[in-house]
């Protein structure tokens, strides 16, 4: 069975940092680009950021670019986001995925070419 397994999330202050971590059984993440993503109550799911198989490529939504960095650890089979300088909007539940059909982050990847989502981790900034 693929399993992705968030973790991670919590209650933080603004200006805040945390680190997210979705680790991988029954895959390698080696072999995919991964995509974090979030959904906010009422509102629609939208990536914010990812990073390619092997080659370093990496995609920030404009929302959190230059406050949230993903990294990857192939050979531990972990996906990270380091989120920083976190905002009230920042709050939703924040999922991974893989996807399945390329291996480079170029930014036009749609969601519907990730699969195997994770249960999410709920993250929380007060104001």
């Known amino acids: 069975q693929v399993q992705f397994v968030e973790s991670g999330g919590d209650l933080v202050q603004s200006g805040g940092s945390l680190r997210l971590s979705c680790g991988a059984t029954g895959i390698y993440l080696r072999d995919y680009a991964v995509g974090w993503f979030r959904q906010a109550p009422g509102k629609e799911r939208e990536r914010v950021s990812s990073i390619g198989a092997t080659d370093g490529s990496t995609y920030y939504s404009d929302s959190v670019k230059g406050r949230f960095t993903i990294s990857k650890d192939n050979m531990e089979n972990i996906v990270y986001l380091q989120m920083n300088s976190l905002r009230p909007e920042d709050t939703a539940v924040y999922y991974c995925?893989?996807?399945?059909?390329?291996?480079?982050?170029?930014?036009?990847?749609?969601?519907?070419?990730?699969?195997?989502w994770g249960q999410g981790t709920q993250v929380t900034v007060s104001s």
């Open positions: 995925a893989a996807n399945l059909m390329r291996t480079r982050v170029t930014g036009t990847e749609a969601t519907h070419e990730y699969a195997y």
